[in-house]
C-alpha cells in the first residue's frame, strides 16, 4: 500500500524546505516530493527528513574483528599489514554459517546508524583449505541471505585476487580462501544474477587492487561485470603499496589506474588517500567516486585523504564503514572533516554553497554512494528508492536545530541522532529498533562464542 509521510523540515537535492509531503510508491520508490504543504491525512514522520547514507564500502565479517586489534606488534610496531594478518586469523575460522550471521548483525546496525543500501567487497569464496565450496557461490548467497534478513538493499561485489603483491607473486596461504581463476570468477558472477534479481540486489564487480590483480586479469575481471554495474577497487591506501607499485611500473596506483583503464562513473576507487595533484585532478575529472573510509583510514593508520583539494575540483566522493569498527555515517563524516582540519588547520573544509557544512556532506555522500552502489537513491527525489531516514527531534543534542539538524547530528554531541529508518519503502528500523534485531543479535551472539572456542 501507497504510503505519504510529512515532515517539518527534509533536506531535498536543492536544501533544507519545510513541510514536506513524500509520496512512497507500492514499489517502494518516492513518487512525489511537495513542500509547503500541510499534513493533512499523511503519517507523520516524527522528525526531520535525510536520505539514507548509501554505504559504498563494507567488508561485513570484519565486525566481528572489531576490537580485538589492540595489542600492539612486536617491539611496538603496529601498522595495517600487521592489522591484516590478525584479519587473517580470523578469516581461517569463518564458516558460511558465521558469515551469514556476522553479515545480518553489521548490516543491521547499519540500518539502526542511517546506512541505506550497502555495497559488500565479499572476497572469503572457499573453505579454510582453500578448496571451492560444492556450490561455489556458496559464501555469496550467504551475504545476500544476510542482506535480505536485515532488509538491506544489496549491491554484491564479488573480489578477484590473485596474487600476494606487484608484479605477480604468488598468494600466501593465508590468501588461499580468496583465489580463483578469471574463468571461475566470470563463472562465479554469472551464477550469482539470478540470485540478486531475486531479492533486487544488484551485482558489479571488484577486482581487488593493483597488487593482487594482474593487468591482464584485470581486464579479463571488468569484462566479465555485468552491463553498465559497479566496478570496485582498493587503490593507494598504504605509503607502501604506492611504492611498490612505482618498483613494479614507474607509476603511482591510481595514475597507473587511470591511464590503463577507462574509469569513468562506474568506477570507485576505494580510499585514494595517497595521490599527488595530478593525480587527484584526474580522478576529479574521470566521474568515478572516491570510496571513503575514514574511521577505518584512521583505525589502520592510511593516512588522510586530500579532500579539500579533491572537492574543488568537482570530485565525487561517498563513504562507508569498511572494517565496521564503527557502523554510523556521522561519525564517517565526521572524521572526514576533522581530518582535513587537522591537515589544513581551518575549519569548515567540506562545504557547500548556500548549506551548512554537515548538510552539503551528506548530500554530497549520498549522491555518490548511491551511484558507487548502481542505485538510484540517495536523494529525496522522485524516481529514487525510498531510503529514509528520520532523526530523533527527541534527542537533546538536536534539541532547538533547524537548518543545523546535522552539524548537531555529525559534530555535536549526538550519538543516537536515527529513529527510524525507512529502506525500499518499507520502515525497518522504528524508534531506534531494527524490525527483526533481536534474532539477529542472538544468532551473531551464539556465532561469536562459537567463533571464540576455536580460537588458538
Not at 182 to 200: D, I, K
Not at 243 to 262: I, M, N, T, Y
Amino acid at each position: 500500500m501507497a504510503t505519504c509521510l510529512h515532515a517539518p523540515l527534509a533536506l531535498l537535492p536543492s536544501g533544507w524546505e519545510r513541510d514536506v509531503a513524500v509520496s512512497v510508491a507500492d514499489d517502494g520508490t518516492i513518487a512525489a516530493v511537495h513542500a509547503g504543504r500541510a499534513r493533512g491525512d499523511a503519517q507523520d514522520a516524527g522528525g526531520t527528513l535525510v536520505p539514507a547514507m548509501p554505504n559504498l564500502h563494507s567488508h561485513a565479517f570484519q565486525r566481528a574483528v572489531a576490537g580485538r586489534s589492540g595489542q600492539a606488534g612486536r617491539g611496538g610496531e603496529d601498522s595495517f599489514w600487521t592489522w591484516r594478518q590478525a584479519m587473517y586469523g580470523f578469516v581461517g575460522r569463518l564458516d558460511p554459517d558465521a558469515c551469514e550471521a556476522i553479515a545480518a548483525q553489521a548490516y543491521a546496525e547499519m540500518a539502526k546508524a542511517g546506512y541505506g543500501a550497502v555495497a559488500e567487497f565479499h572476497y572469503v569464496h572457499h573453505d579454510p583449505d582453500g578448496r571451492p565450496y560444492a556450490d561455489r557461490a556458496e559464501m555469496s548467497a550467504r551475504v545476500l541471505a544476510a542482506a535480505q534478513a536485515a532488509g538491506t538493499p544489496l549491491t554484491l561485489l564479488p573480489v578477484y585476487y590473485a596474487h600476494g603483491g606487484f608484479g605477480g607473486v604468488p598468494p600466501t596461504p593465508a590468501q588461499r580462501r580468496f583465489v580463483m581463476s578469471t574463468g571461475a570468477f566470470a563463472t562465479l558472477v554469472e551464477a550469482l544474477l539470478p540470485l540478486a534479481a531475486a531479492q533486487r540486489a544488484i551485482v558489479g564487480v571488484a577486482p581487488h587492487s593493483l597488487r593482487a590483480v594482474a593487468p591482464d586479469e584485470l581486464d579479463r575481471v571488468v569484462a566479465a561485470s555485468p552491463a553498465g554495474s559497479p566496478v570496485h577497487i582498493h587503490v593507494a591506501e598504504q605509503i607502501a603499496e604506492v611504492d611498490g607499485c612505482l618498483a613494479w611500473s614507474g607509476a603511482r596506483p591510481v595514475e597507473w589506474l587511470l591511464g590503463h583503464c577507462a574509469v569513468d562513473a562506474r568506477w570507485c576507487l576505494v580510499h585514494a588517500t595517497h595521490m599527488e595533484d595530478r593525480e587527484t585532478h584526474a580522478l576529479a575529472a574521470s566521474g568515478a567516486v572516491a570510496g571513503l573510509a575514514p574511521t577505518t583510514e584512521a583505525d589502520l593508520g592510511d593516512g588522510v585523504f586530500p579532500g579539500v583539494a579533491y572537492a574543488a575540483q568537482g570530485g565525487r566522493w561517498g563513504v562507508g564503514s569498511d572494517s565496521n569498527t564503527i557502523v554510523d555515517p556521522f561519525a564517517e563524516l565526521r572524521q572526514l572533516e576533522y581530518s582535513q582540519r587537522l591537515a589544513h588547520r581551518r575549519r569548515n573544509l567540506m562545504h557547500g554553497a548556500g548549506l551548512s557544512t554537515g548538510a552539503a556532506m551528506w548530500l554530497a555522500a549520498a549522491r555518490s554512494g548511491a551511484q558507487a552502489c548502481g542505485r538510484k537513491a540517495g536523494a529525496i527525489e522522485v524516481g529514487a528508492q525510498a531510503d529514509l531516514v528520520v532523526l530523533d527531534r527527541d534527542e537533546a543534542a538536536l534539541a532547538g536545530h533547524g537548518d543545523t539538524v546535522l552539524d548537531a547530528a555529525i559534530f555535536g554531541p549526538c550519538r543516537a541522532p536515527v529513529r527510524h529508518t525507512m529502506l525500499r519503502g518499507l520502515w525497518v528500523v522504528r524508534d531506534g529498533h531494527h524490525r527483526d534485531g533481536d534474532r539477529i543479535f542472538a544468532r551473531y551472539r551464539r556465532t561469536i562464542e562459537r567463533l571464540a572456542k576455536a580460537e588458538p
